[in-house]
């Protein structure tokens, strides 16, 4: 996915899906609500999340 700011609006375009499935339509949002929401999302930690760790799967390794 792209993201990009256009003047006050803010673009999710290019998804990358897999082969033969429908990749979702642009998003549009205003460019300060979206600032907004960044910087709430990094005071109150929301959105993150903790990776499991690699490995081989389905099987011993």
Same mark, same amino acid.
């Given at each position: 996915?792209? $993201?990009?700011?256009? /003047? +006050? $609006?803010?673009? =999710?375009?290019? =998804? %990358? $899906?897999?082969?033969?499935?429908? &990749?979702?339509?642009?998003?549009?949002?205003?460019?300060?609500?979206?600032?907004?929401?960044?910087?709430?999302?990094?005071?109150? +930690?929301?959105? $993150?999340?903790?990776?499991?760790?690699?490995? %081989? =799967? +389905? /099987?011993? &390794?």
């Amino acid at each position: 996915m792209v $993201v990009q700011r256009f /003047g +006050g $609006v803010v673009q =999710w375009s290019d =998804w %990358q $899906v897999p082969k033969r499935e429908s &990749a979702p339509p642009e998003f549009h949002f205003e460019g300060g609500a979206y600032d907004a929401e960044l910087a709430r999302v990094g005071r109150t +930690g929301g959105g $993150v999340f903790r990776a499991r760790p690699t490995g %081989q =799967w +389905g /099987g011993s &390794a």
